[in-house]
């Protein structure tokens, strides 16, 4: 019974649309490394990042509990654990989205692979990643970058299981695959037309 309501929680933490709570004025638009979150904005980019790493711990928990108790095959749970990251994922990108853009969840993505990654994997590729992002100046390019990093080291360094490689390997994936599917872009936090500071402090 307790698995079951670290599941619940985990759920509902990961699924929460975060940035609806967002200060304005704030406007979704394309690449810009030079613009990032400030005051109120900045301190939700965090919490972000916080409560993804604790969902995803509590979902790991939750699931491992319920597959033992309900006697469930690792591979359903790990296929069922993969589809709710993708699904809190989508929701978090639609939370926030114009004609041209979807939010890209460049706090939430790193902060789940915290939780269920080994950490040399997971650190190897986020450093890669937000290279990668950065030299090619799309949002995109780092989260393909980190998706295909993940699923080398997950089959070479077998520091845990392949396929918990290959869920985060998709699920960090999953937002260029959703933009792609949906014709929308990967957008961040832009200066709003007309204002010196986009940000509330």
Not at 62 to 72: D, K, P, S, Y
Request: glycine share 10%; aromatic share 12%; with cysteine.
């Amino acid at each position: 019974m307790i698995s079951l309501y670290w599941f619940i929680g985990g759920v509902v933490l990961l699924f929460a649309p975060l940035w609806l709570l967002r200060a304005e004025p704030s406007m979704l638009g394309g690449y810009d490394q030079r613009i990032w979150p400030r005051g109120f904005n900045i301190g939700l980019s965090l919490f972000d990042a916080a409560r993804a790493t604790t969902a995803a711990y509590m979902l790991n928990i939750g699931v491992a509990g319920l597959t033992e108790t309900w006697h469930i095959r690792w591979w359903m749970a790990e296929c069922a654990f993969g589809l709710i990251l993708v699904g809190g994922v989508a929701l978090q990108m639609v939370s926030w989205k114009t004609e041209d853009h979807f939010l890209a969840p460049i706090f939430y993505v790193p902060g789940v692979l915290l939780a269920l990654l080994h950490p040399i994997v997971a650190g190897i590729a986020l450093f890669l990643g937000v290279g990668s992002a950065l030299a090619m100046r799309a949002w995109a390019a780092g989260f393909i970058a980190s998706s295909i990093i993940i699923a080398i080291l997950s089959l070479l360094l077998h520091q845990q299981r392949w396929s918990i490689g290959l869920v985060g390997a998709i699920f960090c994936a999953s937002p260029v695959l959703l933009s792609v599917l949906f014709t929308r872009q990967l957008g961040w936090m832009r200066k709003p037309l007309g204002t010196q500071d986009p940000f509330r402090d």
